[in-house]
């Protein structure tokens, strides 16, 4: 398993930017496809995106397509996300977690411990 630690959130205007940072520690981290969910009051947890182990494959949640960016260093242990034009519905606490290879939100065995993203006026 990963050790994860998210930062980067806060308090922000609709239409600004934010980037999401998750640093992981322990082994192997290259060899996981990283992922980032949310979880908004009174709602369930919801998948993001992900990227494969190489970089080459990403994913998104529909609503965040063509605005967030997720990707990965793996010489520095580091996922990003990248999030444009933010709108007060991804006002959310984001969590990275990782998987050995699955999308299912149950083949992510490791998660952080979240930071919280809040959009507002």
């Known amino acids: 398993q990963v050790q994860l630690v998210e930062s980067g959130g806060g308090l922000v205007l609709p239409g600004d930017s934010l980037r999401l940072s998750c640093a992981a520690s322990g082994r192997s981290f290259s060899s996981y496809t990283m992922g980032w969910f949310r979880q908004a009051p009174g709602k369930e947890r919801e998948f993001v995106a992900a990227?494969?182990?190489?970089?080459?494959?990403?994913y998104y949640l529909d609503s965040v397509k063509g605005r967030f960016t997720i990707s990965r260093n793996n010489a520095k242990n580091t996922v990003y996300l990248q999030m444009d034009s933010l709108k007060p519905e991804d006002t959310a606490v984001y969590y990275c977690?990782?998987?050995?290879?699955?999308?299912?939100?149950?083949?992510?065995?490791?998660w952080g411990q979240g930071t919280q993203v809040t959009v507002s006026s």
């Open positions: 990227i494969s182990w190489s970089g080459g494959m990403v």
């Open positions: 977690a990782a998987s050995p290879g699955g999308l299912s939100a149950s083949d992510f065995g490791s």
